[in-house]
């Protein structure tokens, strides 16, 4: 059964869907820098519960106007005075939608761009792969604000970082940009143009994959994370068995059986 995603509903994105099967969601609150208010939350949820199901082939994540996005909205937060269970129950929204990105099995692409920052790089770290351009900047403000992550990023920019350069990012407030932060694992590809101009042609290549091995690669990967290795060498042999022999595949092996198939060369 194939959803359908009404993109009218959605006010806080902007999502536009091509003939290709990749779809661009952005987050479309310029003037305030693209901060997550409570709303733009829910709409990342709806999005994301429905791509796998919605013939969604890859996704590019991106932000409007000069920042990718200044993360939690501070104002919102500081008007609605939230008792602790609000904000729990907020943040549980937040890793609602930020799980169904990572461990939706529909491929992610984050176009990086300005401010990548706190609950921004939290947003920014749910991504599968993450471009950016010369503009893009990371850092955890929480601590000079008087707030602690709430994202996820005690778990996924530790991931990607380590949990010294973690601890130092929140205690000091330090940015990293440039090819440093392609370096320690912030971004995957740095481009010298648009981020978001290389993110869809990485998009449209992943696209291109048969959707079950990327549903394999974009949730599998990560929660054999979470596994023991015993449990999960057991259960890639599981998603081996499945995705490695599914009908679509065999035309694929045909054509490299046949010499008809790119073969694997270095870039030149
Ligand atoms: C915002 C926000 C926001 C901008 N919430 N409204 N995040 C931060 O600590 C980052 C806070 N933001 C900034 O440091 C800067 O705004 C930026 C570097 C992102 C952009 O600077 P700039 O000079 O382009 O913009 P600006 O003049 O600071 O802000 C323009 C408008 O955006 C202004 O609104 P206006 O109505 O007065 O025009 C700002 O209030 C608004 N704006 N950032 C709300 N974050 C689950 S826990 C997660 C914890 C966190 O994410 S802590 C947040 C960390």
């Given at each position: 059964m194939t959803l359908q995603i009404d993109t009218s509903r959605f006010k806080n994105l902007a999502i536009e869907a091509h003939d290709d099967g990749v779809w661009v969601v952005t987050l479309n609150r310029p003037t305030k820098r693209n901060a997550l208010n409570a709303d733009t939350v829910e709409e990342l949820v709806e999005f994301f519960a429905a791509a796998p199901r919605a013939g969604v082939r890859a996704v590019v994540l991106a932000g409007s106007g000069d920042h990718f996005c200044a993360g939690l909205d501070l104002v919102e937060h500081h008007s609605e005075d939230r008792s602790p269970a609000e904000f729990m129950h907020l943040c549980l929204r937040w890793h609602e939608a930020f799980n169904k990105m990572e461990y939706g099995g529909v491929p992610v692409i984050a176009a990086l761009h300005g401010a990548v920052v706190g609950g921004g790089l939290e947003l920014a770290s749910s991504a599968h792969v993450?471009?950016?351009?010369?503009?893009?900047?990371?850092?955890?403000?929480?601590?000079?604000?008087?707030?602690?992550?709430?994202g996820g990023a005690t778990i996924r920019v530790t991931d990607l970082v380590g949990k010294?350069?973690?601890?130092?990012?929140?205690?000091?407030?330090?940015?990293?940009?440039?090819?440093?932060?392609?370096?320690?694992?912030?971004?995957?590809?740095?481009?010298?143009?648009?981020?978001?101009?290389?993110?869809?042609?990485?998009?449209?290549?992943?696209?291109?994959?048969?959707?079950?091995?990327?549903?394999?690669?974009?949730?599998?990967?990560?929660?054999?994370?979470?596994?023991?290795?015993?449990?999960?060498?057991?259960?890639?042999?599981?998603?081996?068995g499945v995705v490695n022999t599914q009908p679509d595949a065999r035309a694929r092996l045909a054509a490299f059986a046949d010499k008809s198939a790119a073969r694997v060369r270095p870039n030149s």
């Open positions: 993450r471009v950016m351009d010369q503009t893009a900047y990371f850092a955890l403000p929480e601590g000079q604000r008087g707030l602690f992550t709430g010294a350069r973690m601890i130092d990012m929140m205690l000091t407030g330090r940015v990293y940009q440039g090819q440093e932060a392609v370096d320690l694992g912030l971004a995957q590809y740095i481009v010298e143009g648009s981020s978001f101009d290389a993110a869809m042609e990485l998009a449209r290549k992943a696209a291109q994959n048969l959707p079950l091995s990327n549903f394999a690669i974009c949730s599998a990967v990560s929660h054999m994370q979470n596994m023991s290795a015993l449990d999960a060498a057991y259960a890639e042999s599981v998603v081996a």
